[in-house]
C-alpha cells in the first residue's frame, strides 16, 4: 500500500467519523469514496449497478442529489468540499422538512432562484 492510498484510506475513516459527530450519518448508514489511481477506495458500498445509474443520472450537472430510498449523495474535488456540501443539503432538507410540518411552503419563481443563485455563487468552502 502506498503512502497516497493510506492518507486517503485516513481521510476516509476520519470523514466518517466527522459525518457520526455531525449528525448527518450514524455508523455504517452511509459511505464515502475517494478516488485513486484509476478508481475508487469506498466505504463496504450497498446497492446495485441499476442504482448507480440512476445517481451518475441524477447527478449530471449537479454537486448533490437525493436517491429515493437511499438518501443523499454529494460530491467535490476533495472529500472536504464533498463534506461542506453535504452539511449544507441535509441542512436544508431538515429546514424544508420543518417547512412541511406546517404547509406547503410557498415556491420561488424561477428567475427569483437564478437571481439568489447568482448572488449566492461566492458562498460555500471556498476553492483550494
Sequence with gaps: MTTDELAKRQAIIDAC???NALGI???TSGNISVRHVDGLLVTPTFGTAESSEHAVRALEGRLACLLDHHGMIAVGKTLDKAM???VEVETLARQYHGCLQ???PPLLHSAEIERVRQRMAGYGLPEG
Design 84 to 86: 461542506w456540501l453535504a
Design 102 to 104: 406546517i404547509g406547503q
Design 25 to 27: 450519518n450514524q455508523g
Design 17 to 19: 467519523r466527522r459525518m
